[in-house]
């Protein structure tokens, strides 16, 4: 299985980006996916995920009502859209996906990374 992230780039504060996400080898419908990110001499963190036994959204606060977590299972891709975006959220952004775990919202851990994708935010 392999997941490949797309769409990070240079963007003004208070501007918007999509990020994709396209797995390959399998399918990411009714499994756990996400997005998580590391900001430059931070620790990675997780910033939005589904888990795999509901479909229920979890966000970090930092992001919550200006990031959006979806899926198309036609497409076999998940997004992240980023709306209203801040210097603070520049960092290199990771999908994630399991399809071994079960739970609610993130794990701790992941099956499937992506390669990550750098979103640059200027003030």
């Known amino acids: 299985v392999q997941l490949q992230a797309s769409g990070g780039g240079l963007v003004q504060a208070g501007g918007s980006l999509r990020l994709s996400c396209t797995a390959s080898?399998?399918?990411?419908?009714?499994?756990?996916i996400g997005w998580f990110r590391q900001a430059p001499g931070k620790g990675r963190e997780p910033v939005s995920c589904?888990?795999?036994?509901?479909?229920?959204?979890v966000y970090v606060d930092s992001v919550k009502g200006r990031f959006t977590i979806s899926r198309d299972i036609s497409k076999n891709t998940m997004y992240l859209h980023m709306n209203s975006l801040k210097p603070e959220d520049t960092a290199v952004y990771y999908c994630?996906?399991?399809?071994?775990?079960?739970?609610?919202?993130?794990?701790?851990?992941?099956?499937?990374w992506g390669q990550g994708t750098l979103v640059t935010v200027s003030s």
């Open positions: 994630v996906a399991d399809w071994r775990r079960s739970g609610h919202g993130c794990y701790d851990a992941y099956d499937y």
């Open positions: 080898g399998s399918t990411l419908d009714y499994h756990a």
């Open positions: 589904i888990g795999s036994i509901d479909d229920v959204p």
